[in-house]
């Protein structure tokens, strides 16, 4: 099998270069990192590989070979054939990746018969061949199903069977599993491994998660704005990170327990849900329970994180708390200190995606003025936004600025200012850094932490993300298919998880300190 | 989906059923004697004395309460007795019927050249987007919303009848004589059907899956074919039905100019007349072939986009 050659390749457009003189190697049956902060330059590596830049850039220097075949220079018809056939490439957000007006069946004939040839009965039996091996239990649903109809896991293994059907040399994974939990993302990785050890399928993994590297790379190339800054085997670059960005990013997908995790917090709770129920739907459409019997508490000062797969009734719980979602039964109690009495704007909610938290007409001032114009007059107005602005730590000049044109990143910190600005004293986070890279989810973690010991602020941290609990949450709730299986201190949690379902998410979840290493592993096996 | 099913059907059946009651409700609502006017669409020959309209009155059940007459005059229309026209003293139905024909074939004629029409432009327009021939196509198409039909029709007659003696300037007894009329109403469907194709592809040329079916090897042309033309081509099936039923009773000015014998010149008529057995079958024809059309139009877009059908799978 021959391998796929990138030599000081520089891509750019009018007044920008995105990619400067970057150049690896992936050898037949290795299995290469390429990690990087959101905006440096992964994912148009793998791009300019398949030639398919975005219309404005465009490779100016540099040479990018599969075999003997120059792919910069090749014909149109040489690429097609190369795509999907020789290279393979699966991508982020794998759900949106499928025609959604297609059956999956239709999406994986498409390849088979442009690469092998394959038509008729040979290539149904061929689809289902191939769900199967990408670890479809029903074969036959997969190929009927509709990309929406599919988990995010799921959408990613028919993804992986899709590059699979063209029987790739080399496999270009573009943040796979970044929208998916710890649990789906080993299945997938390894998945990944496994026709790597089979087949010889040389493998470029894009990815800002350094645990997952960790795990099962060869080697580790290291990207900052455009340019490879550290290369080596996972195992030296991991251990001895010779530039400060590989310091900082292995530093942000390490979050070690932060030492606060002391339960000086108040005995006094703040919100107290008793035996909520939602179900949506009714007659026959009534499906299971969102939310099935759930009692918690959320301590005054706490931090507690609740964790759960997707489909597991988290957010339903976060909407249900503040007022969204209407509960079907039960009771949910308040107690607020004696000032903010009844107040509706006591518990304050963060969302997943900041970009779509904002009306993109408005600027960020009048969304975040919006609520306040009922009470306060200008300057007082104006007042608040500042002192909310500087307490999430950011230049007050972004507020006249619209969503657009601000990072992800900037515009989280302007979410949490606007919940801020309501005096809340629960603050519930629903996923609020999944969708920003490590370093950025980081700062916020950092920031929400401060909020909590300055202000005495009490947080419900929603995720999926194991690290996240384990930094930073006093004490875990695991909610599995609507119910709440566990609830308990996070120390105990990680070390005597009690339901099968938090045995199996905190096995998956793979500490990056103590570097499970691929050759560790290997040894030891 | 058979839920949606029945309950499209559901409301179908209720939007027909309440817009005829309003429709069975005109002789008692406009001025004048309603027995008399009913008796007018029932009887054929004349009645003046204040006797005969009592006994024809009872012989017709119009001492009954108006839900019972409502359900006995629905039973008539569907078995096809609309009663008799005030004017030509004839069964509507007779009437109704050709009208009904005539304006379908007018109307789908119009609207298949509105669509053969925008398909193409619309698709150069979102392929070449933001160029000189997506402006173009563009600022042309959006121009005929600003031409209205009692406009445009007679600037027709004038250029390919009088001028160039091309075409007949009206009437309805070859196939030529539609050219006109169907030119004339195809022009702001043209405009409207252009701009929804062009949106829809340039929406489905943006998805993300495109670049994803670039690189399982799909060239471009092959990758327009397959996944963009025909997603966003899903909009323009819901446009074409509200064109379709809209056109249905909305072809009147176009009728009128042009002496086509069609439903929009029967209502027209009718209404001019005071002709109320008349207008009342055109009327329910329409509704309920509107309403008919726009819930198979639904129907065919929860087929053509399976997320918004649910699981056909």
């Given amino acids: ?525 | 989906m058979l839920t949606f099913l029945a309950k499209r059907t559901a409301t179908l059946v209720a939007a027909v059923l309440l817009s005829s009651y309003a429709v069975f409700l005109i002789p008692y609502v406009t001025p004048g004697d309603p027995v008399r006017k009913i008796i007018r669409s029932r009887v054929a020959g004349d009645v003046v004395d204040d006797s005969t309209v009592k006994a024809l009155g009872e012989s017709l059940g119009l001492q009954d309460p108006l839900p019972v007459q409502y359900l006995r005059w629905l039973g008539d229309f569907f078995t096809g007795d609309m009663g008799l026209s005030h004017v030509s003293r004839t069964p509507v139905a007779d009437q109704v019927i050709p009208a009904l024909g005539i304006t379908l074939s007018l109307v789908i004629v119009a609207l298949g050249t509105a669509v053969v029409v925008s398909l193409p432009l619309g698709i150069t327009a979102a392929l070449r987007q933001g160029g000189r021939t997506d402006k173009l196509i563009t600022t042309i198409t959006q121009s005929f919303i600003a031409m209205p039909e009692y406009w445009l029709a007679p600037l027709l007659v004038l250029v390919f009848a009088l001028k160039l003696s091309l075409l007949p300037s009206a009437g309805w007894s070859t196939p030529a004589s539609m050219v006109l009329p169907a030119a004339t109403l195809a022009l702001r469907p043209i405009s409207f059907f252009t701009s929804a194709v062009r949106a829809g592809v340039i929406d489905a040329l943006e998805a993300d899956h495109i670049p994803a079916a670039r690189a399982r090897g799909l060239s471009r042309t092959q990758t327009i074919l397959h996944h963009v033309v025909p997603n966003g081509l899903v909009p323009l099936s819901t446009l074409f039905a509200v064109w379709f039923a809209g056109l249905l009773g909305g072809s009147v000015i176009v009728e009128v100019i042009f002496a086509i014998p069609g439903m929009g010149r029967l209502l027209y008529d009718a209404v001019i007349n005071s002709d109320i057995p008349l207008a009342q079958g055109g009327v329910v024809v329409v509704v309920g072939l509107a309403v008919a059309i726009t819930t198979l139009a639904d129907f065919l877009h929860r087929i053509l986009s399976p997320k918004v059908g649910g699981t056909l799978a």
């Fill in chain 1, 1 to 525: 099998m021959p391998e796929l050659v990138i030599e000081d390749l520089s891509v750019g457009g009018p007044g920008r270069t995105v990619l400067s003189g970057v150049s690896l190697t992936v050898r037949p049956g290795e299995f290469v990192a390429l990690v990087g902060g959101s905006g440096s330059g992964k994912t148009m590596t793998a791009r300019s590989v398949l030639q398919l830049l975005p219309p404005a850039l465009s490779v100016q220097h540099g040479t990018v070979r599969l075999g003997t075949l120059e792919i910069t220079t090749a014909s149109e018809t040489e690429l097609n054939s190369v795509r999907g056939g020789r290279l393979g490439m699966l991508f982020q957000q794998p759900k949106k990746m499928f025609n959604p007006n297609r059956t999956i069946r239709k999406h994986l004939l498409e390849p088979l018969k442009l690469h092998g040839g394959l038509r008729g009965r040979v290539a149904e039996a061929k689809v289902l061949e191939l769900l199967a091996e990408v670890g479809f239990e029903n074969p036959d649903w997969g190929a009927r199903a509709y990309p929406h109809q599919l988990s995010g896991g799921m959408a990613q293994r028919a993804m992986t069977a899709m590059a699979l059907a063209g029987q790739p040399e080399i496999l270009l994974a573009d943040e796979p599993t970044s929208a998916l939990d710890k649990v789906l993302e080993q299945q997938i990785l390894e998945l990944l491994d496994r026709e790597r050890t089979q087949r010889g399928l040389g493998i470029l993994y894009i990815t800002h998660n350094l645990a997952s590297v960790a795990a099962f790379a060869d080697r580790v190339l290291v990207m900052q704005d455009g340019k490879i800054v550290e290369s080596g085997t996972t195992e030296s670059v991991l251990r001895n990170p010779r530039t400060g960005y590989t310091r900082e990013l292995l530093e942000a997908s390490n979050l070690a327990p932060s030492g606060t995790l002391d339960t000086a917090a108040g005995q006094s709770d703040v919100l107290t849900l008793a035996n909520v129920c939602k179900q949506f739907g009714t007659g026959r459409r009534r499906g299971r329970p969102a939310l099935d019997d759930v009692s918690l508490t959320l301590k005054r000062g706490e931090i507690l994180g609740v964790l759960g797969q997707s489909g597991s009734g988290k957010s339903t719980l976060a909407r249900a708390i503040v007022g969204l979602e209407t509960i079907s039964s039960g009771t949910m109690a308040r107690k607020l200190s004696p000032g903010a009495g009844e107040a509706p704007t006591a518990v304050q909610m963060v969302f997943q995606e900041p970009h779509d938290s904002f009306d993109p007409r408005m600027t960020l001032r009048a969304s975040l003025e919006a609520p306040l114009r009922r009470w306060l007059d200008p300057s007082e107005r104006s007042r608040r936004l500042r002192e909310a602005m500087e307490d999430v730590e950011l230049d007050p000049a972004l507020l006249d600025r619209r969503p657009a044109d601000c990072s992800g990143g900037q515009l989280q910190r302007v979410t949490i200012a606007r919940a801020l600005l309501m005096e809340p004293e629960v603050l519930i986070c629903d996923e609020a850094t999944s969708a920003l890279d490590a370093l950025t989810q980081r700062t916020i973690l950092d920031l929400l932490q401060r909020l909590n010991r300055k202000r005495g602020l009490s947080l419900m941290v929603i995720t999926h993300d194991m690290d996240v609990v384990r930094h930073m949450c006093q004490r875990v709730a695991v909610l599995f298919q609507g119910r709440l299986v566990e609830l308990t201190d996070t120390h105990r949690f990680f070390a005597d998880p009690r339901h099968p379902h938090s045995q199996d998410l905190v096995s998956a979840a793979i500490p990056c300190r103590g570097l499970h290493l691929k050759r560790m592993r290997a040894a030891s096996a």
